[in-house]
């Protein structure tokens, strides 16, 4: 499976950006699907993950209420709206598809990651 992220860039702190991750092929149609990122000088960290169908999804609890993950799975394609953006935000996104069906935390595939830059 490979997947291909798209929808960075270079945003304003306030304003809003909407990643996209399209999957090559149906296989994560079945599979829970997550976005993480690497902030400078940080670890990888967690950002949402959302079930198979998209009936379950969560955001990690410092971007909830910011962040929301969506999937259509016609399109296998997951995504992340991200709004009122803020300069720690900054980093390389990554989307990855999980091993079930439910999220479990453990990746499987691998996106190559897009550039978000939130400038002040």
């Known amino acids: 499976v490979q997947l291909q992220a798209s929808g960075g860039g270079l945003v304003q702190a306030g304003g809003s950006l909407k990643l996209s991750c399209a999957a090559s092929?149906?296989?994560?149609?079945?599979?829970?699907m997550a976005w993480f990122r690497q902030t400078p000088g940080k670890e990888r960290e967690f950002v949402a993950a959302?079930?198979?169908?998209?009936?379950?999804?969560s955001v990690a609890d410092a971007l909830r209420g910011r962040f929301t993950i969506s999937r259509d799975r016609a399109k296998d394609t997951v995504y992340l709206q991200m709004n009122n953006l803020k300069v720690e935000d900054t980093g390389v996104y990554y989307c990855?598809?999980?091993?079930?069906?439910?999220?479990?935390?453990?990746?499987?595939?691998w996106g190559q990651g897009t550039l978000v830059t939130v400038s002040s």
């Open positions: 092929r149906r296989t994560a149609s079945n599979n829970a």
């Open positions: 959302i079930s198979w169908n998209g009936g379950t999804a």
């Open positions: 990855a598809v999980d091993r079930r069906a439910m999220y479990s935390g453990s990746p499987q595939y």
